[in-house]
């Protein structure tokens, strides 16, 4: 297996430039809310801080990007780059799932990725999650990530344009990508404890490898331009919608369910965790305010 | 191995008792506030709920204790006796941890215990948790516990006072005891992706079999006592002491911490998660509410 130095360097960067489009694009909707009950506060800008990933003998890092504001409560969209060996329980956990050998003999590992999440000030516009990501290992590489959405309370309407847009963006690559990575997440954003799915789905994939490179490249960057396609125009549709102290409420308790399945259950958190990346950019995700009450 | 029916009924009918002991104790603890900001309010009561679990072929439940009040803001307190065969991922895990052979071939387990956790209205009153169960397989059985404060700022007059009346009940057993299960709740009770510990320890212990099981559930029984000896004088020391805003924000991030902690590493959350368990039960440790800000 080759190192695929110019490979890797390509896929940085393009998880570096669609951070900098979504950042745009999400500080244009802060500026742009004319209404509702936090419409005389200031439109917030994203803030970066660099983050250093600290673990014996490996390295790399990444950068976060949070915006704490009117529109957005709180949306941090990570990008990192990250190298080193895995350790034992992750080798073990890589080799059975992807049955590739020799993983123990040269565990080295290298990612590189765009995590994002949001939480709404508004109760009427749905949380999101994306994240698209490329990893190397000497035995092989894959790409993985996905979309899922969040509402409250669950809107036909919008549920039918996000996954149109998710489903445009995989058949332009392959008519089956939709419904397999749409079945996927189906089953990987389930609260299992709840028997309770965390929102209205999207996709998921993971260990993505065709064995064409540029066309899994190609691929995984039209999931992450569909996130911009999908994602906005909802915002901008309910933003301005009045709420009430019970539809906060109910916000809460589900941002309580997120925060469950993201500690308990997701991968990607759990990998770093497990793996020492800074606990700061890998908990993010985490709603700036939840209840269990 | 025997059944040991008679050593089940004991254990369980005194994991009850210790719950009526608690649930008096904390509601005279309701009562007695006099000053602050919640003396206003009228002092709440437990409300208890059974709970069933709910797993292929297996059975048991147990009994949900809850009360929302003006000095507890939320604390639960669990019994429950659930019995059943281990899942595979559940029989490995025992296997490596205890060493006992045969699990596979008889997989059969008979689990009962108490658990209980209390976030309270005041950020100048620790947040606590207390459990004590027997486990028990056809290959052995153990008792398993231990209790550990959560100050939202350390006192070090109030660590000294809860360890030394741990180390007190347990001296009367073993001087070993209270050393190496100081150092294991040390060890347990740590929020590893954060090398934070998640309060000021307390102790912790499991597989505690000495093959004399009436010398073994009489150390369990006085773990219980020295918790209704330990924790309430405190919440009587501290509940009617004024807090700021500050204090309160402080409490609400140590809280996401909490929830962090028993959502990623704590043992018996993700064995109740894992194996069907009632979740609302499982999770009754969460806190009412959480920032991560």
């Known amino acids: 297996m080759m190192n695929m130095d110019n490979e890797k360097t390509q896929a940085s960067a393009w998880f570096g430039q669609l951070r900098d489009d979504i950042c745009t694009r999400f500080e244009d909707l802060e500026m742009a809310l004319k209404t509702g009950p936090h419409a005389d506060l200031p439109p917030a800008k994203f803030e970066r801080k660099l983050t250093k990933r600290d673990a014996d003998g490996d390295g790399g890092g990444g950068e976060m990007s949070v915006m704490k504001g009117r529109v957005f409560e709180k949306v941090g969209v990570n990008i990192s780059t ?29 990612a590189s990725g765009i995590s994002l999440v949001a939480h709404m000030q508004s109760p009427k516009v749905p949380a999101v999650h994306m994240n698209t990501r490329m990893f190397w290992t000497p035995h092989g590489w894959w790409f993985g990530g996905g979309s899922d959405l969040n509402p409250m309370v ?51 994939y993971d260990d993505h490898c065709t064995q064409d490179w540029a066309a899994d490249f190609a691929f995984t960057q039209d999931v992450g331009q569909a996130f911009l396609d999908a994602f906005p125009p909802l915002v901008e549709k309910h933003m301005e919608e009045p709420w009430s102290e019970t539809d906060r409420d109910w916000q809460l308790i589900k941002r309580g369910r997120y925060a469950e399945f993201n500690l308990v259950w997701d991968r990607g958190t759990r990998f770093g965790l497990e ?10 995700s985490l709603p700036p305010i939840a209840t269990w009450p």
């Open 154 to 204: 669950e809107v036909d309407e919008d549920t039918a344009f996000f996954h149109g847009v998710q489903k445009e963006a995989c058949d332009r690559h392959d008519p089956s990508y939709y419904p397999r990575y749409k079945q996927w997440a189906d089953t990987y954003f389930m609260n299992r404890h709840r028997g309770e799915p965390r929102g209205v789905g999207g996709i998921f």
């Open 275 to 284: 793996t020492g990346h800074n606990p700061e950019a890998v908990l993010m």
């Open 82 to 110: 990250v190298f080193g060996t895995l350790g034992e329980a992750a080798q073990r956990s890589m080799s059975a799932r992807t049955g590739m050998e020799g993983i123990a003999d040269d565990p080295r590992f290298w």
